[in-house]
């Protein structure tokens, strides 16, 4: 089985996926009961600039709504299902990372094994067909004439092509100078909440980084310039980075692998929880190329209007849920500068699995692990008392240094990265933390990565196994935290089952007494169709239901017909001994 399809999640990190949403909103938890906005039209809602804003595309289960506490969302008219598609659209507007360019389609977002067609003007941006380059000619005709100025002016090769970002935003512009300011579409992306007024230091910086390039992206020599994109003057300018800023989502794969940036005004209405209701995927469902990439918003569990208030909003996440408490609380205020009131954030007596030791004692518990906020930790099952909270806070501290480093080395240094990540995991692991927990469960997710990486055609058993546990270990740790079939936990569990279903180099003919995992010849088969078995189940909800699990889910559905012929001939292999062996005892 061929491992390319394992080695393109080098790049994809859980903290991206179909849980990058942005929305407008200051709270992420309503506790008042809401208001449906009231207006000619049901699907229309008032943002801080007092205009009204049409939304096209909700459905007729799901209606606008304020609440006092979170101010605009999406609330749940009629039961839906887990596994359901809430809402399904093209965005507004999308740019592929420049890494991608020449890998993927600018216009669909498709990324064939070949038969990409260049543009011969820019040279930089890639078509499936034809129809695909033709279909993105209105707006490419101006980004193919900008891009190429860009790369002239650019000091260095590496430079050459402008960020994702910029390159989204200018086709933004360029799509509203199109459509006309009046138009719904305009109105919709200038109805987007913008929090220029309390973004973070670091974040004003990188938006001003970001206004220079767009600027210099759109080739204007003076701001007055910028009246033919409807931007009169510098707090426009700033709205609109700001807008953006906020309100985008990760493009991704089929697979999680974030390849971009995308912005729609609609599916930014969704409200915030760390504990969400819904996510954020593109899935490839769409039997039309040209509605693709299609953006979906699926549930993860069912949503009931029967229940509470607070509980039929329909929340998604703007942020990595596997995070601790205090990581996710900066990672909003910086972004978003709202503090979550989610029950998750809210929660203090219970054990979070992301910050979680085990009973010193042993006795199978768990202990809250220690930090600043406290001096004594106790096993919840047998309150025996951790008496080294020092050591542990050391570790973790320690395990977060690793973390940022080794991320940062990636891509640059391969083998330092490695080094980290297989020095620092053990260490963490002797001071206690579950595998769910914080730094730990980032650093097994990295340190896989970076082992599929490696992985050839040319495959050293000892490789592959070390692979297939490390796997397994953070499929567990995110079992811990995820609901059954969110995205993130179905695609670790099919890269377990894939990895299990790699032909063996070298099978063992007698595994040591101490490796119980993983097994090796026809047990390792079953235990990979097994895995694949839960994959797909897991995938029908995070990927939809009506999608059949999006296109990876087709994919392993595929993998489980070759597995299971695969079986048979191992079934009826040992069968046909069997029968060989009773006919020669009885001659």
Known sequence: MSFASLKSQRQSKASRSYVTSTDDSQESHSTTTPKVIQSNNPNTSTPSNGEVTVYHGIPENVEVRVSAESGRGLWAKNLIKAG?????????????????????????????????????????????????????????????????????????????????????????????????????????????QSHRHFLQPRVVENSTYLAHSLVRYLDLSSPGDLLEFGISSAGDLTDLISRFVTNTFA???????????????????????????????????????????????????????NEEADHWQ????????????????????????????????????????????????????????????????????????????????????????????????????????????????????SAGLTPSCHPLLALIGLHKSLLLSSLSTDIAQELLDETIRTAAKHYIGLSAILYDGHPVRAVSLVELGKLLAVDEPQPATSPPANVAFPPSGPPRLKAAYEALVRARYELMIGFGRNNDGGELGRNIRETLVSLEKELGVWTQGIHNTLQDLLSSSQK
Request: glycine share 4%; charged share 20%.
């Open 84 to 192: 359901s598609v809430i809402i399904s659209l093209r965005p507004h507007s999308f740019a592929l990372a420049s890494r991608y360019l020449d890998s993927h389609c600018s216009y669909c977002a498709a990324a064939p094994n070949s038969g990409l067609l260049r543009c011969t003007g820019c040279r930089t941006v890639w078509y499936c067909n034809p129809t695909c380059q033709t279909n993105d000619w209105s707006l490419h005709r101006l980004e193919c004439s900008a891009l190429r100025k860009w790369a002239k002016s650019a000091p260095s090769k590496n430079l050459s092509v402008p960020s994702d970002a910029v390159r989204c935003l200018g086709r933004i512009l360029w799509q509203k100078k199109k459509e006309g300011f009046d138009s719904s579409w305009s109105k919709e992306i200038d109805g987007l």
């Open 251 to 305: 493009l991704t794969s089929p697979s999680l692998t974030p390849v971009g940036v995308s912005v729609s005004p609609l599916v930014a209405l969704f409200n915030h929880s760390c504990d969400p209701s819904a996510v954020i995927v593109f899935p490839r469902s769409s039997q039309n190329p040209a509605e693709e990439p299609q953006m979906q918003v699926i549930a993860l569990r069912d949503i009931s209007p």
């Open 314 to 429: 329909i929340l998604t996440s703007y942020i990595d849920t596997t995070l601790p408490r205090s990581l996710r609380q900066a990672a909003l205020k910086e972004t978003y500068d709202f503090t979550c009131k989610c029950e998750l954030c809210r929660d203090s007596n219970k054990i979070d699995p992301r910050e979680s030791i085990w009973c010193p004692k042993s006795c199978g518990g768990m202990c809250p692990a220690p930090s600043d906020e406290s001096e004594t930790y106790q096993c919840v099952k047998c309150r025996a008392v951790v008496v080294t909270p020092g050591f542990i806070m050391d570790a973790l501290r320690i395990g977060q240094e690793a973390l940022e480093k080794a991320t940062s080395l990636q891509d640059t240094d391969y083998n330092k990265a490695l080094q980290l990540t297989t020095n620092i995991i053990p260490i963490l692991v």
